[in-house]
């Protein structure tokens, strides 16, 4: 069935790399109709991208959750999905680890007048865990708290299956799997003309790098994450999914639609509809696993922000005179993991949290500003991370479910 599709997945991966070429062809122009357009189409995909996936997040879980035969199931499948999640995200940092004591970038600043308190475990952290627990259904959606939306969704999808009057139960079923198959509608149309999108995406990207982007200085400490992020994407996930019986090259370009939108809007939330649409068609993917397992992992399993985290902590805490031992590794190993797990996939979200993560632990933040502009680059790499890995666990949940 992979090869009757082949043809079809070839012709759409020709669209989409022509309109990352016209994207760059006409970025680097210096036409500024051109740019205005590309940046007129890269606004409108990131609205309905931004629209969609909240949405969509929401609605699988609950359906997800409403519609399993069993307890017993659902917990499985749960119980998987949180099981490889670390079990990535842990090998995620410490690749990042490994390859930032190997490099050991050098400092770029010295500021011997700034002194570093003792490092804890921040008290606005968990202030932040604490706001995932929602005292406003609308206002999680409003802004944009996917792991308190997830955690309604949860909630809303697993109180269903204990309503106890089958006729309520389910019409409350139907509604929300009505809306579900709405929502999945949209998103095919969106699909056909993710082409559009990418040409803005791909506009914006270069209007970007032509605007300064400058990585003298920084070198090392870029190295460390681009190969954290590679070594992670090309080796490590790929020798799981051999191990567990998967083709990882015809996996990779089964995903590829995919992986070119979450490059070019550096938001695996965003990047969701199309993840789901494309891991189901292409792969054969159970919708009943990739729509409950990928909004879960969109949320949780963040390799690409679990290296960014590790090593930009560790590498400002290094330039403002921290010494960095045996235990000050292992300990942001945990530290990174957990930050990432509990990180919103939308753009930025791992500079922010890396930010929060040293504030509250009293480590001085105003490298965070020489790294900012160089975010960019890193953020299209990690998002890329994001959605394989997302994507690489719901194939081997999905695998080992119907093995079974």
């Given at each position: 069935?992979?090869?009757?599709?082949?043809?079809?997945?070839?012709?759409?991966?020709?669209?989409?790399?022509?309109?990352?070429?016209?994207?760059?062809?006409?970025?680097?122009?210096?036409?500024?109709?051109?740019?205005?357009?590309?940046?007129?189409?890269?606004?409108?995909?990131?609205?309905?991208?931004?629209?969609?996936?909240?949405?969509?997040?929401?609605?699988?879980?609950?359906?997800?959750?409403?519609?399993?035969?069993?307890d017993k199931?659902?917990?499985?499948?749960?119980?998987?999905?949180?099981?490889?999640?670390?079990?990535?995200?842990?090998?995620?940092?410490?690749?990042?680890?490994?390859l930032?004591?190997?490099?050991?970038?050098?400092?770029?600043?010295?500021?011997?007048?700034?002194?570093?308190?003792?490092?804890?475990?921040?008290?606005?952290y968990?202030?932040?865990?604490?706001?995932?627990?929602?005292?406003?259904?609308?206002?999680?959606?409003?802004?944009?708290?996917?792991?308190?939306v997830?955690?309604?969704?949860?909630?809303?999808?697993?109180?269903?299956?204990?309503?106890?009057?089958?006729?309520?139960?389910?019409?409350?079923?139907?509604?929300?799997?009505?809306?579900?198959?709405?929502?999945?509608?949209?998103?095919?149309?969106?699909?056909?003309?993710?082409?559009?999108?990418?040409?803005?995406?791909?506009?914006?990207?270069?209007?970007?790098?032509?605007?300064?982007?400058?990585?003298?200085?920084?070198?090392?400490?870029?190295?460390?994450?681009?190969?954290?992020?590679?070594?992670?994407?090309?080796?490590?996930?790929?020798?799981?999914?051999?191990?567990?019986?998967?083709?990882?090259?015809?996996?990779?370009?089964?995903?590829?639609?995919?992986?070119?939108?979450?490059?070019?809007?550096?938001?695996?939330?965003?990047?969701?509809?199309?993840?789901?649409?494309?891991i189901?068609?292409?792969?054969?993917?159970?919708?009943?696993?990739?729509?409950?397992?990928?909004?879960?992992?969109?949320?949780?399993?963040?390799?690409?922000?679990?290296?960014?985290?590790?090593?930009?902590?560790?590498?400002?805490?290094?330039n403002?005179?921290?010494?960095?031992?045996?235990?000050?590794?292992?300990?942001?190993?945990?530290?990174?993991?957990?930050?990432?797990?509990?990180?919103?996939?939308?753009?930025?979200g791992?500079?922010?949290?890396?930010?929060n993560?040293?504030?509250?632990?009293?480590?001085?933040?105003?490298?965070?500003?020489?790294?900012?502009?160089?975010?960019?680059?890193?953020d299209?790499?990690?998002?890329?991370?994001?959605?394989?890995?997302?994507?690489?666990?719901?194939?081997?949940?999905?695998?080992?479910?119907?093995?079974?």
């Amino acid at each position: 069935m992979y090869n009757g599709r082949s043809n079809k997945l070839l012709k759409s991966s020709w669209f989409y790399l022509i309109a990352i070429f016209l994207g760059i062809v006409c970025g680097m122009s210096g036409i500024a109709l051109l740019e205005q357009i590309g940046q007129y189409c890269a606004e409108i995909f990131v609205r309905i991208l931004k629209f969609i996936s909240v949405p969509i997040v929401s609605l699988s879980v609950i359906v997800a959750l409403s519609s399993y035969d069993s307890d017993k199931s659902m917990i499985k499948v749960l119980k998987k999905s949180w099981f490889y999640t670390t079990i990535t995200t842990v090998f995620a940092t410490s690749v990042a680890a490994m390859l930032y004591l190997i490099v050991r970038p050098n400092n770029i600043t010295v500021t011997p007048d700034i002194h570093v308190q003792n490092v804890t475990m921040p008290g606005t952290y968990s202030r932040y865990l604490l706001g995932i627990i929602p005292d406003n259904v609308l206002k999680s959606f409003l802004e944009n708290n996917v792991l308190s939306v997830l955690l309604i969704s949860a909630i809303i999808g697993i109180s269903i299956r204990f309503i106890n009057e089958t006729v309520a139960k389910n019409t409350v079923v139907s509604f929300f799997k009505g809306i579900h198959d709405i929502f999945f509608t949209i998103t095919k149309f969106i699909v056909k003309v993710m082409p559009i999108g990418l040409f803005g995406f791909a506009v914006v990207s270069v209007l970007e790098f032509k605007n300064g982007l400058n990585i003298m200085g920084l070198g090392s400490y870029l190295l460390v994450i681009l190969l954290a992020n590679a070594a992670q994407g090309i080796i490590v996930l790929p020798l799981w999914l051999a191990y567990k019986k998967f083709n990882p090259l015809k996996a990779f370009k089964a995903m590829s639609p995919a992986l070119s939108v979450a490059f070019f809007s550096k938001s695996s939330n965003a990047t969701l509809p199309v993840t789901m649409d494309t891991i189901e068609k292409n792969l054969n993917i159970n919708p009943k696993i990739s729509r409950f397992v990928l909004p879960l992992c969109t949320t949780i399993n963040m390799n690409g922000c679990a290296a960014f985290i590790f090593t930009t902590c560790i590498y400002v805490m290094q330039n403002y005179g921290v010494e960095i031992t045996s235990f000050t590794v292992v300990s942001w190993i945990l530290i990174a993991t957990l930050a990432a797990i509990g990180n919103a996939g939308v753009p930025m979200g791992c500079f922010f949290m890396s930010v929060n993560l040293m504030s509250a632990m009293n480590i001085p933040i105003p490298l965070m500003g020489v790294i900012l502009p160089f975010y960019n680059l890193i953020d299209m790499e990690e998002t890329v991370l994001n959605v394989w890995s997302d994507s690489c666990v719901t194939m081997v949940v999905d695998k080992e479910l119907k093995d079974e």
